[in-house]
């Protein structure tokens, strides 16, 4: 069965080890992260770890947050309904280049069986699951300002979780229906994704310009906080709007965790009930009930996102000082963090000796391009062909 998938993927097969992304035109470096239109871009989907916070902060580390969207490119996100993005490992497996001819049902262009399962994990796609249900969960979160230079774990609160994904390309999030309106030049959002064993013990986190279309409230999304491990006992959970997960980072983590689950494995943070996400629109994240008719009688947009503004720094200023204390503890018992959670299913290729710089590397690498399709086809196969070298010997 494995040769025969192989062999359908023959033409793309350069891609089985890349990694994974949200793509969406609303998307921070759908360009790519040198300034020239590249329709084969991915510097996106390189995974997070051991950075120091300018580095792991809406993908700093290779400039990703450099890169905005196009003007009046945003993601929209229907208050009360769903929106869709791809999940995919390249540009160019997405509707979003080559007008989608290389896209398949998964992340990676590829074919494979509905009820896809390797023990060891699998690793085309690079998805760090064994299978659907090991899939760990990934979130979509929002803060209210439309500078991505302002936005903080303080203002950026999960508004949306999908359980056992990523898994296939096209993907839905549900919004919750008390969502209040941006400012008219939008909100910032982030994608993430905490894997669960499977490789090295990352995070994802990546930009987007959104906005919320349909507001009917306007009551403001509250100040998030830290979510907390609680598998098993809800009563422990963060209760409310909650932060994203920031975790095995050289600084500002905001989540320890040690020993095993209920499973018996190795204990790792992920966007599911573990941490009291539940799927789907995370409708408890505001300061209050829903605003009846709010859009017709309190005004613009501006009016309502100052004053969510104004409360969220007011919150924020509160929490801070836990939040203060939380991450200093985070950041000292980091190292071992990363020691205890890479993965006892790691393939004998997977060691945890990554620096932060091997990221860096494998995106200051790539080769500069031509901007005919043809000419930067064969210029993906080189550079995921130089990728897979400079990674031979480690899976993610
Ligand atoms: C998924 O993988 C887990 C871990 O290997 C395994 O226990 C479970 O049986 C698998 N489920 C399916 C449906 O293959
Ligand atoms: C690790 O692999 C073993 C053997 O395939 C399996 O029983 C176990 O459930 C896996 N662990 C996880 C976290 O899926």
């Known amino acids: 069965?494995?040769?025969?998938?192989?062999?359908?993927?023959?033409?793309?097969?350069?891609?089985?080890?890349?990694?994974?992304?949200?793509?969406?035109?609303?998307?921070?470096?759908?360009?790519?992260?040198?300034?020239?239109?590249?329709?084969?871009?991915?510097?996106?989907?390189?995974?997070?770890?051991?950075?120091?916070?300018?580095?792991?902060?809406m993908h700093g580390f290779n400039n990703c947050n450099q890169y905005p969207p196009a003007d009046g490119d945003f993601l929209d996100l229907p208050a009360g309904g769903s929106f869709s993005v791809e999940i995919a490992s390249n540009r160019a497996k997405t509707t979003l280049s080559y007008n989608g001819q290389y896209t398949s049902e998964w992340p990676d262009g590829s074919t494979y069986p509905e009820d896809y399962n390797v023990p060891t994990c699998i690793t085309s796609p690079n998805m760090h699951t064994q299978n659907q249900s090991q899939a760990a969960g990934t979130a979509f979160a929002i803060s209210y300002e439309s500078d991505i230079n302002n936005v903080t774990p303080d203002n950026l609160a999960v508004f949306s979780v999908r359980y056992n994904t990523p898994w296939k390309r096209e993907i839905q999030y549900d919004v919750p229906a008390a969502m209040p309106a941006c400012p008219a030049a939008g909100c910032i959002c982030a994608w993430g994704w905490?894997?669960?064993?499977?490789?090295?013990?990352?995070?994802?986190?990546?930009?987007?310009?959104?906005?919320?279309?349909?507001?009917?409230?306007?009551?403001?999304?509250?100040?998030?906080?830290?979510?907390?491990?609680?598998?098993?006992?809800?009563?422990?959970?963060?209760?409310?709007?909650?932060?994203?997960?920031?975790?095995?980072?050289?600084?500002?983590?905001?989540?320890?965790?040690?020993?095993?689950?209920?499973?018996?494995?190795?204990?790792?943070?992920?966007?599911?009930?573990?941490?009291?996400?539940?799927?789907?629109?995370?409708?408890?994240i505001f300061t209050g009930a829903a605003s009846s008719g709010g859009s017709s009688s309190s005004g613009s947009p501006a009016s309502v996102v100052s004053s969510a503004a104004a409360a969220a720094k007011?919150?924020?200023?509160?929490?801070?000082?836990?939040?203060?204390?939380?991450?200093?503890?985070?950041?000292s018992s980091a190292p071992t963090i990363s020691t205890t959670t890479a993965s006892s299913n790691s393939t004998s290729t997977t060691s945890?000796?990554?620096?932060?710089?091997?990221?860096?590397?494998?995106?200051?690498?790539?080769?500069?391009?031509?901007?005919?399709?043809?000419?930067?086809?064969?210029?993906?196969?080189?550079?995921?062909?130089?990728?897979?070298?400079?990674?031979?010997?480690?899976?993610?």
């Open 314 to 331: 007011s919150t924020a200023a509160a929490a801070a000082a836990a939040v203060a204390s939380s991450i200093s503890k985070a950041s």
């Open 194 to 284: 905490v894997p669960n064993g499977c490789g090295q013990p990352n995070i994802y986190q990546t930009p987007f310009r959104c906005r919320v279309t349909g507001a009917t409230s306007t009551t403001p999304v509250a100040a998030p906080k830290p979510p907390v491990w609680c598998e098993g006992n809800s009563g422990a959970c963060t209760k409310g709007a909650k932060q994203m997960i920031y975790w095995n980072q050289n600084e500002r983590n905001n989540i320890v965790v040690s020993g095993l689950d209920q499973v018996g494995e190795p204990k790792s943070p992920a966007y599911n009930s573990k941490l009291g996400f539940p799927d789907g629109a995370q409708e408890d």
């Open 352 to 396: 945890t000796t990554s620096s932060p710089g091997r990221q860096r590397k494998c995106s200051a690498g790539r080769t500069k391009r031509s901007v005919t399709a043809n000419t930067e086809l064969t210029a993906l196969h080189a550079d995921i062909a130089g990728h897979k070298r400079r990674h031979a010997r480690r899976a993610f």
């Open 1 to 57: 069965m494995r040769a025969a998938t192989l062999l359908g993927a023959a033409v793309w097969m350069g891609a089985v080890n890349a990694h994974l992304a949200a793509w969406h035109k609303g998307m921070y470096c759908l360009n790519g992260n040198t300034g020239s239109t590249d329709l084969n871009s991915y510097a996106i989907v390189s995974p997070i770890y051991q950075q120091p916070f300018s580095g792991w902060w």
